[in-house]
């Protein structure tokens, strides 16, 4: 079986002539040529061969409601003809303000930019400010964007990261800038005990910890029970302030987010992806108290885009629907999540491929190895990537677009019909490998 990709494979040559690399992001290099996408809507992708896909990767998770809701699509278009940017003040600004407050348990004030790397970068600044303290502590296997004050031991070798219990910070590129890592302390993630004795060694300079509430980069780990409560507890003793990075989850797991879901309310919290249907809208959430030293202009944010009027228009019809048609939305989304956890689950067992499948459903994750359970970096590094990596591209070959490092999203418009097409896929490439 092998796909015409005569027109993606002309336009890749001609791409790596004049985009470096070949491709915009890295996240989209894969080993043979990438895809060259036509159009998508709902749970589907064509690319500009006609080959078709059922999609998992959702624009790396934004597509909640599928591609090209048309409530989104009606009001970007309504948008549109009434000004694309304003930088400048706007009603629909407050509107979608006053609803993230409404929604996430810990809204009370909002700050919009346009990407989840940028207001990380907010969250860590305001954290700083706020506390008057300089270092921050970051899990290892977590990622919170490409700046470089936190692009560390996201998916370092494990040869170079250190004892599992006290991991180094592994800087994640070329050219990142000196200095950083000594304001970074890197923490196993789902260790109590290793937490609590950074945080004693470091006490009184913590300005902030920063999670993905259930980790989403690496894997799809869940926090074990009681953990995030004993985090908030530990932050609270030692006044620091808790960031989740709800750039995966928010929005997704639950409308008030992860937050929601695992009943834990962080200080401050970080939204994109799923809040605007697609186009690019980032917010910065949190408690009164500490966002208002943004307000009283101690702490710098700004930004050219920022509540950019399309993605405000697209934020607002994302979020009345996800607010006004919750049971709707998040009963189907759990319930076709687990349809698919259970039908790959029952496939790799019936071909005998040992794979651990394991999230929330919204999205989860499959892995090749023997374990009963992934919980942190150094599980999910020692199961089988290559194969993973494998899997993708006999999925891609047969009309199955998920996320290569194995994650999957989930959305409203996958129907029961596209699980069982799904497992079917699933089943003939497993067989392959
Ligand atoms: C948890 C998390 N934080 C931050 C980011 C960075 O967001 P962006 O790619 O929009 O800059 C991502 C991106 O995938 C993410 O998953």
Redesign the pocket.
Known sequence: MTRNLDVSRDLYATAQRFIAGGVSSDARRTAGVPLYVDRAAGARIWDVDGNVYLDYVLG??PALLGHCPAPVAEAVAAQVARGIVYSAQHAAEVRVAERVCAMVPSAERVRFNT????A?HAALRLARGYTERSKILKFEG?????LDPVLYSVHPAVDLAGPAAAPVAVPGTAGQQHGHSDDLIICPWNDLEALTRLMDRHAGQIAAVIT?PVL??TGAIEPDPGYLRAVRELCDRHGTLLIF????TGFRLAPGGAQEYLGITPDLS?F??AMAGGM?V?ALAGKAAVMDHISAGKVAHAGTFNSQPVGIAAAEATLRILDEQREEVYGTLFARGEALMDGLRAAADKAGVPMLVAGPGPVFQTYFTDARAVRDYRDFAATDRAMMTRLHAALLERGVNMVPRGLWFMSTEHTEADIAATVDAFTDALGTL
């Open positions: 790396q998770g990407v989840g790397s940028e990380v977590h990622y919170h964007g490409w993905e989403c980069n990075d709800e750039i995966i970080i994109g992806k690019p980032s």
